[in-house]
């Protein structure tokens, strides 16, 4: 099996049970507690992976600074979702939250100079499209 594949599928369950897993647990708990001690333990988890892992840990400067951002962005991301479950539909938030895609590929044209294919122009809209059809 390809790799990708196979990572892309243990990320799709992944993320299926955290935003569950988020779901119960903001509404158990305030949803930026539960956000934050979410991302601590996902902390420990990789920290321990990488450890036990043959990962490198030489870091350039590039690395840590586009690392950061990612964090920042993944705090965002996790509130936003965490506070999202409490005041609105899983299925709707998660939806939303899984067009992620959709701003990676705009980034990457935008900023990495990625070529816009027909194809790739025809998902996002395909995407936006769902995001309005779920809101009905």
Do not use: C
């Not at 594949?5 to 119960?24: E, K, N, P, S, Y």
């Not at 400067?61 to 996790?78: E, K, N, P």
């Not at 990495?112 to 059809?133: R, T, Y």
């Amino acid at each position: 099996m390809n790799p990708a594949i196979l990572f892309g599928a243990g990320t799709m369950i992944a993320w299926g049970f955290w935003i569950v897993f988020g779901d119960v647990a903001s509404n158990t708990i305030d949803p930026e507690t539960a956000a934050f001690l979410s991302y601590l333990t996902a902390t420990a988890v990789t920290g321990l992976y990488v450890l036990v892992s043959d990962a490198s840990f030489a870091v350039t400067h590039r690395g840590l600074v586009f690392s950061a951002v990612a964090g920042v962005a993944a705090a965002v991301g996790v509130v936003s979702t965490f506070v999202g479950v409490t005041v609105g539909s899983t299925a709707v938030v998660s939806t939303i939250g899984g067009m992620y895609f959709v701003t990676a590929a705009v980034i990457s044209v935008a900023a990495l100079g990625e070529p816009l294919s027909l194809q790739k122009a025809a998902g996002i809209g395909l995407a936006l499209v769902a995001i309005v059809v779920i809101n009905q």
